[in-house]
Nanobody, 124 residues
Framework: QLQLVESGGGLVQPGGSLRLSCAAS????????IGWFRQAPGKEREGVSC????????AYADSVKGRFTVSRDNAKNTVYLQMNSLKPEDTAVYYC?????????????????WGQGTQVTVSS
């Protein structure tokens, strides 16, 4: 069974940091670009970041640029999203998704597999 599982979410104060992980089971991530998305209550899902299969190309939404860093460890079949200087507006459920064609898009259309999400809450 092909599956992506996110972890690392939680409650953090403004200005704090979290590192999310996206682990794959049932398939290898070596040939997939990975995207991170988030959805806050009452809002559309938003593309946050993406990374190529090799890790050599990354992209970020303007809202997180300079604060979030995406990386991957293909030996561990895992992709990470380091989130620093968190703001209350970063509060959302965060999802990772795998894209075989490597469109490196911050839109949903090329992504084949999605995780269940992990909640990130930024609040004092």
């Amino acid at each position: 069974q092909l599956q992506l599982v996110e972890s690392g979410g939680g409650l953090v104060q403004p200005g704090g940091s979290l590192r999310l992980s996206c682990a794959a089971s049932g398939f290898t991530l070596d040939y997939y670009a990975i995207g991170w998305f988030r959805q806050a209550p009452g809002k559309e899902r938003e593309g946050v970041s993406c990374i190529s299969s090799s890790g050599g190309i990354t992209a970020y939404a303007d809202s997180v640029k300079g604060r979030f860093t995406v990386s991957r460890d293909n030996a561990k079949n895992t992709v990470y999203l380091q989130m620093n200087s968190l703001k209350p507006e970063d509060t959302a459920v965060y999802y990772c998704a795998a894209d075989r064609i490597e469109a490196l898009a911050l839109e949903s259309w090329p992504y084949d597999y999605w995780g269940q999400g992990t909640q990130v809450t930024v609040s004092s």
